[in-house]
């Protein structure tokens, strides 16, 4: 089992900056992808951004740029750096684990404002 728990997010105004960090517990060991997802009300939930062991990246297109995901291996955690942030950023934020399952965070909601 893997447990994933998101902090950091909040409410912020357009153009502010926020850092997520997902804490992961459990057997963690063979986990290779670690990353963000989310979800905005009424929608689908959608990448974000992905990092494997090694430091491979993968981002959304649209955040590239904007969006920074770093992992820390040593103390089993994911982050995420959002800058210049805009109200469609707005959504609840997912951390994700890959091994043989995926495992996913509880959420953390971000709300920007305009």
């Known amino acids: 089992q893997v447990q994933l728990v998101e902090s950091g997010g909040g409410l912020v105004q357009a153009g502010g900056s926020l850092r997520l960090s997902c804490a992961v517990s459990?057997?963690?060991?063979?986990?290779?992808?670690m990353g963000w997802y989310r979800q905005a009300p009424g929608k689908q939930r959608e990448l974000v951004a992905t990092m494997s062991r090694g430091g491979s990246t993968n981002y959304a297109n649209s955040l590239k740029g904007r969006f920074t995901i770093s992992r820390d291996n040593a103390k089993n955690a994911v982050y995420l750096q959002m800058n210049s942030l805009k109200p469609e950023d707005t959504a609840v934020y997912y951390c994700y684990a890959l091994k043989s399952l995926g495992y996913w965070g509880q959420g953390t909601q971000v709300t920007v404002s305009s």
């Open positions: 459990g057997t963690i060991s063979s986990i290779n992808t």
